[in-house]
């Protein structure tokens, strides 16, 4: 099992930059990738930013170039730093972490309300 918890969020003006934290507990040693999805109201949940125990990162389209997520492996954290904030970046943030033990399962955070003004 692994617990999620997510920090960072709230609200910000179109332009400036928000930094939101995933602090991971429990079995840390069978993730093997963490990521941030987001769900705007109306929208299907979206891929963010993932990033792979080997260095392997991917982005979503809409955020690729503006958003860049990380991970602090002595504090189990996964960081994602957002800049050029636009209001269509408003949404909850979920934290996911992938792991591996027998079977590969999905583990998702409360999630953080992230609002961007015009």
């Known amino acids: 099992q692994v617990q999620l918890e997510e920090s960072g969020g709230g609200l910000v003006q179109a332009g400036g930059s928000m930094r939101l934290y995933c602090v991971a507990s429990?079995?840390?040693?069978?993730?093997?990738?963490l990521g941030w999805y987001r769900r705007a109201p109306g929208n299907q949940r979206e891929l963010v930013a993932s990033?792979?125990?080997?260095?392997?990162?991917n982005y979503g389209d809409s955020v690729r170039g503006r958003f860049t997520i990380s991970r602090d492996y002595a504090k189990n954290t996964a960081v994602l730093q957002m800049n050029s904030l636009k209001p269509e970046d408003t949404a909850v943030y979920y934290c996911?972490?992938?792991?591996?033990?027998?079977?590969?399962?999905?583990?998702w955070g409360q999630g953080t309300q992230v609002t961007v003004s015009a």
């Open positions: 429990g079995n840390i040693d069978s993730i093997v990738a």
């Open positions: 996911n972490a992938r792991a591996k033990a027998t079977v590969i399962a999905d583990y």
């Open positions: 990033l792979t125990i080997g260095g392997s990162t």
